[in-house]
């Protein structure tokens, strides 16, 4: 008997549809008709393209390549990719990355354009110069350290420049070597100092008599990374301010340790403010004056000995066997 009052409200509210759809103009049912069409469309190009293949970056920049025959190697073996309008990359499906990798590989696309040391095994001319020769020593010098760079995390691609003067033989001619180092980041991704150091480290270990303070480090925003003056007001004031962060930390850190265990986790909220007075020196000093007669050092050696350790007796042979019994 329930079933019958609901299947007349089914009808009944059919009917009340077709009815006022038949009331409405012409124009009406069908802009009404365009729009539900419309709307199935869409919902289907939604669910078809949330099933649609994965894609897969193959290159992170096909503007560094030869983009017509990269486009005629997947062509003809096939491979579906896309191009992604905001990076740059070249997409391919999940399915056929590693096809399109070692096709491309194969072709010579993905292969280093650095140059690097193999250009000393290049064959060279029987006039060449001793200045041919040290630049392209130079030259392979510096693709070696822009590769080692680019391989770091965070780093998208590098550049080293050297200016490796000339040996002199006179002393007042001698001239320090230089390098500056440019470096192209992933979008979002930055380097921290110790990263920075580690790369001028790098760079002065593999010169001769570079100085580590004779690197500049250069992001590609313009950013310098290497501070040349470590005792400039500027950088004095890092060092104090990241010195009195970490005071705070560690404060911090002791104040939850003992609050914790009694409170209880996330009843309570902690803050430290460290006030450090860099301001206060603490100095030791030894001074000898050689005018005058001075005691430098001196060191005082004292025995005790008790009565019963004393020796007594005759000495001999005797004295040292025991008594009879």
Do not use: C
Not at 16 to 29: A, D, H, P, S, Y
Not at 78 to 94: M, R
Not at 180 to 192: A, K
């Amino acid at each position: 008997m329930d079933n019958i009052p609901a299947e007349q409200s089914e009808q009944k509210l059919y009917l009340e549809l077709v009815t006022g759809f038949n009331k409405l103009t012409v124009i009406r049912q069908l802009a009404l008709m365009v729009g539900l069409a419309a709307s199935i469309a869409i919902g289907l190009a939604a669910v078809l393209w949330s099933n649609g293949p994965d894609y897969k970056p193959v290159l992170s920049s096909i503007t560094d390549y030869n983009a017509d025959q990269i486009v005629e190697i997947l062509s003809v073996n096939n491979i579906p990719f896309k191009l992604d309008q905001n990076t740059g990359a070249l997409l391919v499906e999940s399915d056929f990355y590693h096809q399109a990798r070692l096709k491309l590989a194969g072709s010579g696309i993905v292969s280093d354009n650095i140059v690097g040391m193999e250009i000393m095994d290049q064959e060279q001319g029987l006039g060449t110069s001793q200045f041919v020769e040290t630049t392209r020593y130079r030259r392979g010098l510096e693709g070696e350290l822009s590769r080692t760079i680019s391989s770091l995390q965070s780093i998208k691609s590098a550049r080293v420049h050297l200016a490796i003067p000339k040996e002199s033989v006179f002393v007042r001619d001698t001239r320090k070597p230089s390098a500056s180092v440019f470096l192209e980041l992933y979008p979002g991704r930055r380097l921290d100092k110790s990263q920075v150091e580690a790369i001028v480290n790098l760079v002065a270990s593999s010169i001769s008599q570079l100085s580590d303070k004779d690197v500049t480090v250069v992001d590609q925003r313009g950013t310098l990374l290497t501070e040349k003056d470590s005792n400039s007001e500027l950088s004095v004031a890092g060092k104090q301010f990241d010195y009195a962060r970490k005071v705070e930390d560690v404060l911090l850190q002791r104040v939850n340790n003992i609050l914790g265990p009694v409170v209880g986790q996330g009843r309570f909220k902690a803050e430290v403010s460290a006030d450090v007075d860099f301001t206060a020196v603490e100095k030791t000093d030894e001074q000898y004056n050689p005018d005058l007669l001075a005691l430098r050092s001196e060191q005082t050696l004292k025995e005790n000995r008790g009565a019963g350790a004393n020796a007594s007796g005759i000495p001999g042979a005797l004295t040292n066997q025991p008594p009879e019994r």
